[in-house]
């Protein structure tokens, strides 16, 4: 059947009820990622307790590497390695506060209440190149992309995970400082500065689109 009969109009196509149905579950979610931006200070706090274990963290590793030599295999090394359990124990409890955090701000909830999970992957590509500049705006899918531009600005916040992971990476080349253990310690530090770079720029290019394109049914 012809989409734009002129007898029966235009057909409902399975793009159409996706749209519908993604819009239906906006409207069961809208004020979770919108309350999250809001209450972001418990988060801001935790980036800054996170960053801080990081560098003592760091400070320590640099201050082994100072005073020992590298150590052919993964035994203790100068009595560093109750220093090198703290710091263990730190990651621990930083990949433990991220939990927390997440299950109190409401960041486990706005995950898995996606209404964007609705569309297609083309629909989803679509609304992504329309938050980063590269498409026009639709004004019907303005919305849905809102929200996904919010939960691209909260995304970043995944990084305290990894936070965690390095700041334990860094504890056992404290306590062995082999070279092995230096050199899994530079890859995740690498990694979690490109993966903070590639994150930050998304939550920036999000953040801008919600600047430039307000939502006059509601207030962030």
């Known amino acids: 059947m012809d989409p734009t009969s002129a007898r029966t109009g235009r057909a ?4 159409d009820r996706r749209w519908a149905h993604a819009l239906a579950a906006l ?13 972001s200070r418990l988060l801001t706090w935790s980036w800054v307790l996170a960053l801080t274990v990081l560098a003592l963290a760091g400070a320590l590793l640099l201050a082994v590497l100072s ?5 052919p295999d993964p035994g ?12 263990q124990g730190a990651g621990l409890a930083v990949m433990f506060g991220y939990g927390l955090v997440a299950w109190r701000s409401g960041l486990f909830r706005a995950a898995w209440s996606r ?3 609705e569309l297609s992957r083309a629909q989803r590509r679509s609304l992504i190149a329309q938050i980063r500049g ?11 992309a809102r929200d996904v531009g919010r939960r691209l600005v909260l995304q970043h916040h995944q990084l305290l995970l990894f936070v965690g992971i390095v700041v334990q990476q ?3 080349a404290i306590g062995a400082p082999t070279r092995s253990a230096l ?3 530079a890859v995740a530090t690498v990694v979690l500065l490109i993966a903070a770079a590639l994150m930050h720029r998304e939550a920036r290019q999000a953040e801008r689109f919600l600047v430039d394109h307000p939502d006059s049914g509601s207030r962030d």
């Not at 409207?27 to 209450?39: A, E, I, Q, V």
């Not at 005073?67 to 150590?71: F, G, I, P």
């Not at 100068?78 to 710091?87: C, Q, Y």
């Open 12 to 15: 409902e196509t399975d793009d």
């Open 27 to 39: 409207g069961r979610t809208s004020s979770d990622s919108t309350r999250l931006l809001r209450s």
């Open 67 to 71: 005073t020992d030599a590298l150590v």
């Open 76 to 87: 203790p090394s100068g009595g560093w390695e109750a220093a090198g359990l703290v710091v």
């Open 115 to 117: 209404p964007a999970a």
């Open 134 to 144: 590269r498409a026009e705006v639709d004004p019907a899918g303005l919305p849905l």
């Open 170 to 172: 860094v504890g056992r």
């Open 183 to 185: 050199v899994l310690t």
